[in-house]
């Protein structure tokens, strides 16, 4: 299975518009973070989770051209309004794409992209062509990949994460239900939010975060959704060495 951090940052993205601060000003690549998403390749099996603000810039620059399906974490701006450019996919491959996420997610998607359900639009190919399949919180099956969702807390909200394989995958988190805990075991690599380091009402701040890497241990942890308050070489040197900051364009690669 191989894993691209397609974006790393919170949802104003790194830099922020307008920031003199030394993270927004860094020319270390690793400090410019577009909007959370990552793409997953699994026995031939093309798997995006969310199509954040920057999919296009995103998709373009990993060399993605084709997509299977899309796991949504919830519906907030940055991780969903990039799905219009779906369109390209559809057009070129000639199908539609299924899309997944709780009935929340999934309702609040129909209502921001209800252009895409005109039947005459669909039918000129110029909509996004989506399947939505809500999903309750169990294990479901996809072209023979099996995905766990993973049901947590953001601020008051339930989202999901998602499991596959020995890989999960956590964003605008800020809270994790013990009873979901068993999700964690025995994993190779785990992405989560930690935001920044003061406490936030809806998200994991690094401390949180490195208190959840340290209870799951697997074997890598990345964080992500990160804002301009984590410097990426600064953090990085202050967290364990199977702890560390994830960076747009970061590949994992996990044995099936
Ligand atoms: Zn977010
Ligand atoms: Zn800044
Ligand atoms: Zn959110």
New binding site residues.
Partial sequence: MNITILGSGTSQGV??IG?S?S??QSSNEKNKRLRASAFIETKGVKILIDTSIDFRQQILRAGITDIDAVLFTHHHVDHIFGMDDLRQINQRLNKFIDIFGNETTMNEISITFRYAFDEELIKYKCVPLININRIKNEPFTFKGIEIIPIEVFHGRIKIFGYRIGKFAYITDCSYIPESEYNKFENLDALVLNSLRRAPHPTHFNLEQAVEKAELFKAKETFFTHIT?DLEHEQVNSELPDYIKLSYDGLKINIKD
């Fill in positions: 830099p922020i920031c601060c993270t927004c301009h």
